[in-house]
C-alpha cells in the first residue's frame, strides 16, 4: 500500500483500497475483444493488464467508467484461484451480496438488502432456471453482478440486481486441460476443457467442458452425484460476424440435507450444543432428489459497419426434479430434546422454458452530441407441472442428542398429494440512448414496456389469468475526472409481478415496485492495474404483499421496505506477482411501511456490515518461481433471524451472530502441470448465516481441495 499512497490523496487511496474485481487479472493474451477473460495465461510471464471488454449484462459496449449501473465482474482466475464450486462461495467477492435462506443447499443470495435468489440469475444473458439445484461454475468464463434494478434492460425480477453467469466460449488455440481434485468428506471430481479449431482458416472452433463430480457433504448421510458436460460451437465467417451455439446437461443425484432448529446452535439449549452434523432426515432412509436438466441456444453478433449492429441470444431449457423422504423440523419439545418433524414428498415437477432477445445498435452524431442508441425486443415462456406432498400429520419426533434412525420411510398414506401447474409469458420491449458530450460527460436514458401474463392451477382447479403491465425507466450520468476516474449517479425502476396474492375483493394484486437511487466513484486504469468503485444508494421497495390482520389468505399493499448503504469493492496490482481484491459493506435495511411486520425493524437475515479481502502473490524468478500463495478473509456482522412482527403475542426475533472466515491457498505452476490446494475456514469457525427457530442453517465447517491439472 505504501507506494500507492505516495501517487493519490488519501481519499481517493481509501477507495482504491476497495476497487472492483472487474480489472483483476485481466492479461493481454490476445487482440481479439474479450479473449483476455476467457484465456488462462502462463503465470511466468508478466504481463500488462488490459480492462475487460463490456459486461454481457450491460447488453451494450459501453465502458465501465461511462456506464451509469455498477456492473462487478469476477473473471474465471479468481474463481479458480479461490477453488469456488458454488455461487455463494463466488460471491462473497462483490460487495452489497450476502447469504440467503437457502437452507444452505440451493443456490441462494441477498443482494443490497434483498432476497434475489429467485428470478434473478441469468446465465448469457437470459433468465436461467436451474429447477431448485445448483449452477455449475466449472464451465463459466467470468461471473457478472448487476446491483440495483435491471429492470430496465431486463424486465420483471427482484429489485435489488441480478447475476449474470457467463459460459466458456471457444477460442482460436488448441489446447486440452484435464484436471483431478479431491478433499474433505469424500469429495472427488474429473474435469475437461479441450478447445480446437475446425478448419485451418479458425473460422470454425469449438469447446467442450466437462465435470464429474461425486461429494459427502459435511451433514451425515447427505452427498451429490454431479455429471456436466457443456458443448460450444463458433463460427465466425468475418470479422463482423460471429454465431457462437451453447448446450448444457446436467445430471444430479442427491442425498440433500436439511436445516436444524436454532436450540443448541444459534441459540442456547439446556441439554448442550448439537452437533451440525446430526442428520434431520433418516440416515437409514435418507432424502434423495433427482434434477436433471438441459439447454440449447445460440449467440448472434453481426456488425453492418462500424455504426450499425444486431445481437441475438436465444435458449430452450427443458427441466425435471424430483424428492422424497425430505424431513423439515417444525417444532421442538418443551425439555428441548426432541424436534417434530414434516415429510416432504414424493415431489415432482417438469417443465420447460424459452427466452430470446433481439437487439439492434446504432451510433450517430446530433451536432456535438455522441448518441449510442439500443432498441431490442425479448421473450420469454414457461411452462412447468407438479404433484406435490407436504405431510405435517404425525410428529416424526428426533431426539436431538440420541437419535434413532431406520424408522422413516414414506409418509403418511393418508395425506392426499396436490398438483400445480402454471405457465407465464413475458414480453418486452427497451430503448436505451447513450449520450457523449466530448470526453468529459455522458448521459443515459432509457426504459423497458413490459406485459407479463401467468396462469395457474391448483388440484385442476384454474386461476383467473394474470396480466401485469409495466414501464420501467432508467436515467443517469457520468462525469469524467481523469481518464481513469469518474463520477456517476443513476435513478432506475423495477417490477415484479404478485399474480398469485389476491385482495379482500377477489382482484389480483399489482406488480411490486421498486426505485433506486444511488451516485459514486468509479476507478478503471487502462492497464487494469487498478478498477474500482464506491457506491452510496437508497433502494425503496414498494407495493409489498402482507397478509390481511383479520382475513385468512387474503393480501393488502400495505408494505414498504427500504435498504440505504455504502458499498466499496475492487482489485489492485501493485506489483508484479501481486494481487489484491477487497470489498466493504454497509447496509442500513428495514420495514418502513407495513400492517403485520414492526415498522422500523430490520429486515430479518441481513447483516448492516460485510467485508471480504482475497490477497494472492505468485514469485516472479528463480528457483521457486511459479510458486504462489493465496489468503482470504471474510467478516459478516450480526443479522436479525428474521423480520420482527407487530402481531401481538408474536415471538420477537433472535440474533445471528457476527462471524469470520479464514481461507488459504497454494498455488505452483511447473511446465504444462498445475498443482493447487485451497483450504476454507481454516479456524473451523462455528457459525449459522441464517436461521430461525426451524429451519437454522448451519455453515460450512473446515474444508480442503486439492487439484492437479495439466495442458495438452
Not at 31 to 44: C, W
Not at 93 to 122: K, P
Not at 146 to 161: H, M, R, T
Not at 682 to 692: D, M, W
Request: aromatic letters at 10%.
Amino acid at each position: 500500500m505504501k507506494p500507492f499512497r505516495h501517487r493519490l490523496t488519501v481519499t481517493v487511496a481509501s477507495i482504491a483500497i476497495t476497487c472492483t474485481m472487474s480489472g483483476l487479472a485481466h492479461a493481454a493474451g490476445s487482440d481479439e475483444p474479450g479473449a483476455d477473460d476467457e484465456t488462462r495465461d502462463d503465470r511466468t510471464i508478466v504481463v500488462t493488464g488490459q480492462l475487460a471488454a463490456a459486461p454481457v449484462a450491460a447488453k451494450a459496449d459501453i465502458p465501465m467508467l461511462e456506464n451509469i449501473q455498477p456492473i462487478s465482474v469476477l473473471p474465471e482466475e479468481l474463481l479458480r484461484d479461490q477453488g469456488v464450486r458454488r455461487i455463494s462461495e463466488a460471491l462473497y467477492n462483490v460487495a452489497g451480496v450476502s447469504r440467503s435462506n437457502n437452507y444452505g443447499f440451493f443456490d441462494g443470495f441477498n443482494i443490497r438488502g434483498f432476497n434475489a435468489s429467485s428470478g434473478a440469475t441469468y446465465l448469457d444473458g437470459l433468465l436461467d432456471d436451474t429447477g431448485y439445484g445448483t449452477s455449475e461454475m466449472t464451465a463459466l468464463g467470468r461471473v457478472e453482478v448487476v446491483k440495483g434494478p435491471a429492470s430496465g434492460l431486463f424486465g420483471q425480477g427482484p429489485i435489488s440486481g441480478i447475476v449474470n453467469l457467463v459460459s466458456k466460449r471457444p477460442e482460436k488455440e488448441t489446447f486440452r486441460d484435464m484436471g483431478i481434485a479431491g478433499g474433505s468428506y469424500n469429495s472427488k471430481e474429473l474435469t475437461v476443457d479441450a478447445n480446437l479449431p475446425l478448419n485451418a482458416s479458425g473460422t470454425l472452433l469449438a469447446r467442450l467442458t466437462g465435470v464429474i463430480r461425486d461429494q459427502d457433504f459435511f451433514v451425515h448421510a447427505s452427498g451429490q452425484k454431479r455429471f456436466f458436460v457443456a458443448p460450444a460451437l463458433t463460427w465466425a465467417p468475418d470479422a463482423d460476424t460471429t454465431l457462437t451455439v451453447l448446450g448444457r446437461y446436467v445430471d444430479d443425484h442427491i442425498n440433500p440435507w436439511s436445516p436444524t432448529t436454532a436450540y443448541g446452535t444459534a441459540l442456547p439449549n439446556p441439554n448442550g450444543p448439537v452437533d451440525i452434523k446430526l442428520s434431520i432426515n433418516d440416515v437409514e432412509y435418507p432424502a434423495v432428489q433427482d434434477n436433471d436438466y438441459w439447454n440449447l441456444g445460440y449467440v448472434f453478433d453481426h456488425k453492418f459497419s462500424d455504426a450499425i449492429a444486431i445481437h441475438q441470444s436465444l435458449r430452450y431449457q427443458d427441466f425435471r426434479n424430483t424428492w422424497d423422504n425430505w424431513l423439515f423440523v417444525t417444532g421442538i419439545s418443551s425439555d428441548y430434546r426432541r424436534v417434530r418433524r414434516a415429510f416432504y414428498g414424493p415431489y415432482a415437477e417438469n417443465g420447460h422454458y424459452f427466452r430470446v432477445d433481439t437487439n439492434a445498435s446504432a451510433r450517430f452524431d446530433t451536432g456535438p452530441l455522441n448518441h449510442y442508441v439500443l432498441a431490442g425486443l425479448d421473450y420469454g415462456r414457461r411452462a412447468a407441472s407438479n404433484v406435490n406432498l407436504y405431510d405435517s400429520s404425525m410428529p416424526y419426533e428426533l431426539d436431538l442428542y440420541d437419535p434413532v434412525y431406520g424408522t422413516l420411510s414414506t409418509h403418511n398414506p393418508a395425506v392426499p398429494a396436490t398438483t400445480y401447474a402454471s405457465r407465464t409469458r413475458q414480453r418486452g420491449f427497451y430503448l436505451q440512448d447513450h449520450i457523449k458530450l466530448g470526453d468529459l460527460l455522458t448521459v443515459t436514458l432509457g426504459g423497458r414496456w413490459d406485459k407479463a401474463t401467468s396462469t395457474v392451477t391448483n388440484n385442476g382447479i384454474a386461476n383467473p389469468k394474470v396480466s401485469d403491465n409495466a414501464f420501467s425507466p432508467r436515467a443517469g450520468a457520468t462525469v469524467a475526472l481523469t481518464d481513469w476516474i469518474s463520477l456517476y449517479a443513476n435513478y432506475a425502476k423495477s417490477f415484479n409481478p404478485q399474480g398469485t396474492y389476491r385482495a379482500a375483493d377477489g382482484s389480483n394484486l399489482p406488480p411490486e415496485r421498486g426505485v433506486n437511487y444511488e451516485g459514486g466513484v468509479k476507478l478503471a486504469r487502462k492497464d487494469g492495474s487498478l478498477t474500482g468503485m464506491f457506491t452510496v444508494f437508497q433502494l425503496t421497495r414498494t407495493n409489498v404483499a402482507t397478509a390481511d390482520a383479520v382475513i385468512p389468505n387474503v393480501y393488502v399493499l400495505t408494505g414498504e421496505q427500504r435498504t440505504r448503504g455504502v458499498e466499496a469493492e475492487g482489485g489492485w496490482r501493485p506489483l508484479p506477482g501481486v494481487e489484491l481484491t477487497a470489498a466493504f459493506t454497509y447496509l442500513d435495511a428495514k420495514v418502513t411501511a407495513d400492517n403485520r411486520l414492526q415498522v422500523g425493524s430490520r429486515l430479518g437475515s441481513i447483516p448492516r456490515y460485510i467485508a471480504n479481502l482475497w490477497a494472492r502473490y505468485t514469485i516472479q524468478d528463480g528457483a521457486l518461481a511459479n510458486l504462489g500463495a493465496g489468503f482470504g478473509v471474510h467478516h459478516e456482522g450480526d443479522r436479525m433471524a428474521s423480520t420482527a412482527s407487530a402481531v401481538p403475542g408474536a415471538t420477537a426475533p433472535f440474533r445471528l451472530k457476527a462471524y469470520t472466515l479464514v481461507d488459504g491457498a497454494l498455488f505452483y505452476d511447473f511446465g504444462e502441470w498445475s498443482v493447487q490446494a485451497n483450504m476454507r475456514n481454516i479456524l473451523n469457525k462455528r457459525y449459522f448465516p441464517t436461521g430461525s427457530l426451524t429451519r437454522t442453517t448451519p455453515g460450512e465447517p473446515r474444508t480442503f481441495l486439492v487439484s492437479l491439472s495439466r495442458r495438452f
